[in-house]
Each structure stands twice: as structure tokens, then as C-alpha cells.
């Protein structure tokens, strides 16, 4: 699943689409740069709300979410991610008796017959081959299992909440007040 976000959105551009096509032929780098800065300023407060959202960690989010720069004859900047149901892993699961507690959507959450170590309470031994991830059997009897996922969609959660408030406050706020300075300044 991969998701795109653009600056094409933006309700106020085409009040600017004359002085825009001006300001491209004369200086063709100026307007790429310029969306650039806010779009990094932007990518910023996406990152900062899907954390607090999901409940994931800052450098997991950082790799999830890529950006795609403006340049000159491509006006537009792009947050990209793409991914699936997130293991529980990467939301700080700790093992209990009952099972594994992690926090999905920042929310302490108890998942039963999952496990991170083998052996018996409470002489419990780290399994390298499960590398910190957690499993749960999926047939009554013998050794198959696989990764217990959380629920936490990144594409899903960065469409929504807090995330796409962040975006779209930089996209209706910051975007037209720099282009205005800049058409300002250009063009005297």
C-alpha cells in the first residue's frame, strides 16, 4: 500500500498560477526551494503527530515516511509510505505472564498467549532466532508460529488525526504566506 500527498491540494494556489508562471520562467529554482522548505518543515510535524498517534518509535516513523522534493517542472511535494499491519515489536512490548504488553495508539494493551522468550515461568531464556520480535503459536500442538501484529496501519494513520492536521495546517498557513513573500520580493 503506498500513499501520496501532494501540495496540488492547496485551495489558495491558483490565485497565484500568473505571478507562479512568471516567477518559473525567471528563476526557476525559487519556487522548488521554497516548497521544499516548508514541505521538510511539514514532513517534520507529520513525523512528531504519527508518533504521538500510533504510538511507535521516532526513528521507526522516520524510516516509514519518505519524501518526494519538488524540483523545477515538478511543483510538487510528496510524503510517501507504504507498509502493512506493524509487528509488536516496534511498540515497546514487554512480556508478562499472561502474555505480551504492548502500546498500540499510545494505549497499554495486553495480548494473551503471545511470547517473546521460551522456557517456563520464571526461568525464561532469550531466543536469538525471534531477534526481540513477538510470536504466538498458531496450532494447538508442536513449534509453528509467527509474528503477532498490533493493528497500527502507518498509511492509514498518516491520512487522519493529528498527522493530517499537521499537514494541512503548513500546507493552508506557512505555503501561501512564504509564496507571497517570495512573489514580493521577485517581483518588486
Not at 517534520?44 to 518526494?68: F, H, N, P, W, Y
Not at 509488536?88 to 522468550?117: D, H, I, S, W
Request: glycine letters at 8%; charged letters at 25%.
Amino acid at each position: 500500500m503506498q500513499l501520496v500527498v501532494t501540495w496540488k491540494d492547496v485551495r489558495g494556489f491558483n490565485r497565484f498560477h500568473d505571478q507562479v508562471r512568471q516567477i518559473e520562467a525567471q528563476f526557476p529554482k525559487a519556487i522548488p526551494r521554497l516548497m521544499n522548505q516548508v514541505g521538510r518543515r511539514a514532513k517534520t510535524k507529520v513525523i512528531r503527530s504519527l508518533t504521538q498517534q500510533t504510538g511507535l518509535l521516532r526513528d521507526v516513523i522516520v524510516r516509514a515516511v519518505k519524501e518526494k522534493p519538488a524540483f523545477s517542472g515538478a511543483l510538487h511535494y510528496d510524503l510517501r509510505t507504504r507498509g502493512g499491519n506493524v509487528r509488536l515489536k516496534y511498540l515497546r512490548p514487554q512480556e508478562t505472564a499472561e502474555g505480551v504488553v504492548a502500546f498500540p495508539f499510545n494505549e497499554r494493551t495486553l495480548y494473551p498467549r503471545t511470547f517473546m522468550r521460551g522456557g517456563e515461568f520464571p526461568d525464561r531464556k532469550t531466543v536469538p532466532e525471534f531477534d526481540g520480535h513477538v510470536m504466538f503459536r498458531n496450532r494447538s500442538s508442536g513449534r509453528h508460529y509467527t509474528f503477532a501484529r498490533s493493528g497500527v496501519y502507518i498509511p492509514e494513520q498518516m491520512v487522519e488525526g493529528m498527522a493530517l492536521e499537521a499537514w494541512q495546517g503548513e500546507v493552508r498557513t506557512t505555503l501561501p504566506a512564504r509564496l507571497d513573500a517570495l512573489i514580493a520580493k521577485l517581483l518588486g
